[in-house]
């Protein structure tokens, strides 16, 4: 108990003196009334207790001192003002108002101080950091008993928050209303009715936005209920609108209504409390956009069928293919067309059908098409059910990782086209017979008069060798006629070989030079180009280097007659990486050595461009030209796998450009050997001679004879090699290479496989075989030949069967 008394006595001494503190902090801000003052209050400690200890902001000023000074403020006002009772204490409250406090405000105040009376204002204040808040004050003066004014007692309310509230949310009404009258869309909110069922019966408007008319045509719904604006509108509504309104669950949807023959899309959600049944519609009327897509499904409708028809009825054939080449649709046209039917193609290659010659072609194509290009005219032959083939022209656009293409048969026009060109042929064959008729009777008279002097008995010596010589001479012609006429065709026996252009060009200059003349400057340009290295690389070529050399000189010629004997002639050889597109041929890419011939003459008429190689086209005078020169040129060309091509300017001059396949082998001017000399003695060298023409074999034997050689002859191919059968030992086989059965190039492939050490030259004024293959490598001797030619390439022959061997064996 003693215990118990001790801790109360404690608590006790401890509030007093509590109240003794407050006492002391309540008097250092207060003024206290002095005299006679009184409050209305008992006990002025009791007010200022009661006014520190409410939570809401309080001053008391003292309007009996100097500008009615602050005496008071409790706690909750220095907190809502920021300002400390020291900073307070002694102030007009007016510091407290800043620029944006109305004027009229604290006119109510000072008005209210002035004639001694309450007043309610609400107004804007400052802060100690300098922002605002607003207040509602509550200002009542304080009279002594006496009836004399003590204090004015002023209560503070912070609404500031309340007005922030008020005014965002009439900030939010106004964007609200903005944003509704301002909508594209319609918009309204209804109000659903329900039976005792649950189900929608009606609904009534509450709002709606002035697109609202606009897209339903509808005036003054608000209020309303649909049943009257829409007694027929479909029950679809109804339901779906009920649905969102018991569910709380949003949709969106596309519907008519056949009232107002218009189609709208709405988005509908509920809104308020679930037991308003209140649901907001945005809408928009879609009635254009829903005929515009029914016209263009009908349209689509419409030509779908169309494309089904003409994919049924075309004629070409349509097909659908992926860049992997596999058919994914086919036309019934392939069907009537190759004999192919839809499950015959789809998922088979296209390759699988395409002629093996244009399987290059159709590649090409197909890399083509993958990069994105249009494929416009490329004819291939088309396997047909049958095994024959079809031309077929195609024409392919890719889409995607696939393209569409259309083939039109073009078997009749090829052919036709075929015909045309042997009608141009055998007009050409026409040309070339009259030309050569007339170039060969010249010749033949030469021929036939001196052989008519020569059975003359009392012919001089000196006139007889005179007319052998003509003899001689005009035979030369005559073969160097022929040849031209061969290398126009495309059929003359060439030999090829591996030689540097560069050096055949320089070592012909001089005779071009002395050919056209000393008012004609010759320059020529066969600067070598260099490797990596620095290593020069000559300009190698696999052709017959004799007819390159006829083939330069008749340009040279050409371009000397074009100048009329007085200019400048540039010969200029270099290495290119393509062909130029000339003459409906495309541009063929790869390595190529061109050499150009180019003159300051009087140049070419464009309407004779396409004609300059015609054999015995000429636009010289009569007797100054064959107008064999540039089709040897052309000839020559496309025989040796390349091309010529003329550039001309009239008053200009004009390029001729001939160009021809880079070789990468090895020059054969480099193996050097040792040159027979012309008619050295055959010291029995053995000659199996094969000539199926009695007269030419006839000759071959006794030339051969009388030069030293020991000859034997075979009439055919089989007979020869039956004659190697025997142990008879032949140093070189001379053959022609047209004869009945086995020709010779066949006969010299066996000879080369049995006999490996025994060479064997070959012999013929003109073979397709040759024309077409080459001679595979054997020595090739051109009729009409000499004894001269004859003696020297077959020495030749068998000095390089020796040394051959001697290497061999080494």
């Not at 030509?303 to 054939?317: F, G, H, I, K």
């Not at 017979?433 to 008995?457: M, Y």
């Not at 396949?661 to 008619?679: A, F, N, S, T, Y």
């Not at 293959?773 to 001269?788: A, C, D, I």
Request: aromatic content about 8%; hydrophobic content about 40%.
């Amino acid at each position: 108990m003693d215990g118990e008394n001790a801790r109360l006595r404690s608590e006790n001494r401890e509030l007093q003196a509590e109240v003794a503190r407050l006492r002391e902090r309540n008097a250092s801000h207060v003024r206290r009334p002095e005299g006679v003052q009184r409050t209305s209050a008992a006990d002025a400690d009791l007010l200022f207790t009661a006014a520190e200890k409410t939570r809401m902001p309080q001053i008391v000023t003292d309007p009996n001192l100097p500008d009615n000074p602050i005496v008071f403020a409790n706690r909750a006002f220095q907190d809502l003002c920021g300002y400390s009772a020291e900073e307070l204490i002694g102030r007009n409250c007016r510091f407290l108002q800043g620029p944006d406090t109305d004027p009229a405000d604290v006119a109510k105040v000072r008005d209210a101080i002035a004639g001694r009376r309450d007043v309610v204002v609400e107004i804007l204040n400052y802060r100690r950091d300098g922002t605002t808040f607003r207040n509602e004050l509550y200002v009542s003066p304080v009279f002594t008993p006496e009836g004399h004014l003590r204090y004015f007692f002023a209560s503070q309310l912070d609404v500031t928050r309340f007005r922030t509230e008020e005014g965002m949310l009439a900030e939010s009404e106004a964007r609200y209303r903005t944003l509704f009258n301002a909508l594209d869309a319609g918009f309204c909110v209804i109000e659903l009715r329900f039976d005792a069922k649950g189900r929608p019966i009606d609904y009534r408007f509450v709002e709606a936005n002035p697109a609202f008319a606009r897209h339903t045509g509808l005036d003054d719904v608000v209020g309303k209920w649909v049943s009257e604006v829409l007694p027929d509108l479909e029950r679809s509504w109804l339901d779906t609108y009920g649905a969102v309104a018991l569910s709380g669950q949003s949709v969106r949807f596309e519907s008519g209504v056949v009232a107002l023959g218009r189609w709208f899309e709405v988005q509908a959600l509920r809104i308020g409390e679930p037991v308003q049944h209140r649901v907001a519609l945005l809408f928009n009327d879609v009635t254009e956009r829903r005929m515009a897509e029914s016209a263009l499904r009908d349209a689509a409708r419409e030509r779908t069928t169309e494309r089904d028809l003409v994919w049924r009825a075309s004629r070409d054939l349509l097909v659908v293919c992926g860049f992997d080449g596999i058919y994914r649709a086919v036309n019934p046209a392939w069907k009537e067309m190759l004999g192919w039917s839809e499950f015959d193609l789809v998922r088979t290659s296209f390759d699988s059908y395409v002629h093996p010659e244009e399987r290059d072609a159709a590649t090409t194509a197909f890399e083509r098409l993958r990069s994105g290009e249009v494929l416009e005219g490329l004819d291939v032959r088309i396997l047909s059910a049958d095994g024959g083939y079809r031309w077929i022209s195609w024409n392919a656009i890719p889409q995607d990782d696939h393209f569409y293409a259309a083939g039109r048969d073009v078997t009749e026009r090829r052919t036709l086209e075929e015909q045309l060109r042997q009608s141009q042929k055998l007009e050409a064959v026409g040309q070339l017979t009259g030309g050569v008729a007339h170039d060969f009777n010249n010749l033949l008279t030469v021929i036939r008069s001196s052989t008519d002097l020569l059975k003359r008995p009392d012919l001089p010596e000196e006139r007889r060798q005179r007319y052998i010589g003509a003899i001689s001479d005009t035979v030369t012609r005559a073969a160097k006629l022929t040849g031209q006429l061969l290398a126009f065709a495309r059929r003359q026996a060439l030999t090829p070989e591996v030689f540097d252009v560069g050096r055949s060009v320089a070592s012909v200059a001089d005779m071009v030079g002395t050919l056209t003349g000393a008012r004609i400057q010759v320059v020529t340009d066969v600067s070598p180009y260099k490797d990596s290295g620095g290593r020069e690389i000559p300009f190698l070529v696999n052709a017959d280097p004799s007819q390159f050399d006829t083939a330069l000189v008749n340009m040279a010629i050409n371009a000397r007659d074009a100048m009329g004997g007085e200019g400048r002639l540039d010969i200029r050889v270099r290495r290119t990486a393509a062909i130029p597109a000339v003459r409906a041929h495309p541009r063929i890419p790869g390595d190529f050595i061109a050499v150009s011939v180019r003159d300051t003459g009087t140049g070419i008429a464009e309407a004779d461009l396409d004609r300059i190689f015609e054999p015995f086209f000429t636009t010289k005078g009569v007797g100054q030209g064959t107008g064999l020169g540039l089709s040897q040129v052309f000839g020559f060309a496309k025989q040796s796998g390349g091309e010529v091509l003329v550039e001309s300017t009239p008053g200009t001059g004009t390029t001729f450009t001939l160009y021809l396949p880079r070789e990468l082998g090895k020059c054969l001017e480099d193996e050097v050997d040792d040159e027979p000399e012309p008619l050295a003695d055959g010291h029995g060298t053995r000659v199996l001679v094969v000539e199926d023409n009695e007269e030419v074999g006839a000759f071959a034997t006794q030339a051969l004879t009388e030069l030293g050689f020991e000859t034997v002859r075979a009439v055919n191919a089989e007979e020869a090699l039956d004659i190697l059968r025997t142990p008879r030992d032949f140093d070189v086989v001379f053959s022609d290479v047209v004869m009945p059965g086995m020709n010779g190039i066949d006969m010299a492939r066996e000879i080369r496989h049995r006999h490996p050490s025994i060479p064997v030259v070959l012999a013929s004024g003109y073979s397709h075989v040759l024309a077409e293959e080459g001679t595979h490598g054997f020595p090739f001797l051109r009729k009409p030949y000499s004894v001269e030619d004859l003696s020297r390439i077959l020495q030749r022959a068998v000095s390089r069967a020796v040394a051959v061997g001697y290497r061999t064996r080494r």
